[in-house]
Every structure is written in structure tokens, then in C-alpha cells.
């Protein structure tokens, strides 16, 4: 069972909407609440780049391509974090990475694909 699993992507319009998913079904809700996370994204070419992060204190932290447009959010009890993306845009497309940092261990999901048509 992998670490993490990431769903949500897929093809919209530009100017819509919609919501990532990373479940970390191996972890422990102790574990889980102490994780540092984050989405990241590589686009066709282009070096991999931070989305966003969410602290185990929940402090967030956007890029500013992304800011007041994504929206990182966790639900411990489902020990899921998720990625609002709203007003997207072409240059959005990418495939998302979901990243977890804890007690010196670093895991990656295996990526999803969001595609923004113009």
C-alpha cells in the first residue's frame, strides 16, 4: 500500500474548479498531525515547483502564482490533505505532486494530472 495517494486531477475549462486529494492511508493520526505537507507541480519542461505547504501547526505558504486563487487545507480525522484550486489557468497545467516531510523522512505520491484548457 503506498504511502500516499493522490486523486482529484483532470481536464477543466479556464476559470473553473478543482479540488486535489492526498490520503495517507499508513499513517497514524500522531504521525499524520506532525507531518509538514505539500503539493507541488511540473509542468511539460519546466523544473518541479512548490504549490503550497501546510505546516503541522498549520501555517500555510502559497506561491505567488497561486495566491488567493489555491487553498491548502488538512482534515486530520480523515488524515487527508487537499488543494482547492479555484479560477485556474492554462498555465496550471501540470502534474501534481503531493509531499510529505516527517521526523527526517520525505515521501512523494505518484503525481496527477491537472490539465486547464483555454
Known amino acids: 500500500q503506498p504511502r500516499l495517494v493522490e486523486s482529484g486531477g483532470g481536464l477543466v475549462q479556464a476559470g473553473g474548479s478543482l479540488r486535489l486529494s492526498c490520503a495517507t492511508p499508513?499513517?497514524?493520526?500522531?504521525?499524520?498531525?506532525?507531518?509538514?505537507m505539500a503539493w507541488y507541480r511540473q509542468a511539460p519542461g519546466k523544473d518541479r515547483e512548490l504549490v503550497a505547504l501546510?505546516?503541522?501547526?498549520?501555517?500555510?505558504h502559497y506561491a505567488d502564482s497561486v495566491k488567493g486563487r489555491f487553498t491548502i487545507s488538512k482534515d486530520n480525522r480523515k488524515r487527508t490533505m487537499y488543494l482547492q484550486m479555484n479560477e485556474l489557468r492554462p498555465e496550471d497545467t501540470a502534474v501534481y505532486y503531493c509531499?510529505?516531510?516527517?521526523?527526517?523522512?520525505?515521501?512523494w505520491g505518484q503525481g496527477t494530472q491537472v490539465t486547464v484548457s483555454s
Open positions: 499508513r499513517a497514524i493520526l500522531s504521525t499524520f498531525t506532525g507531518m509538514d
Open positions: 501546510i505546516t503541522s501547526t498549520r501555517n500555510t
Open positions: 509531499n510529505t516531510h516527517f521526523q527526517g523522512q520525505t515521501d
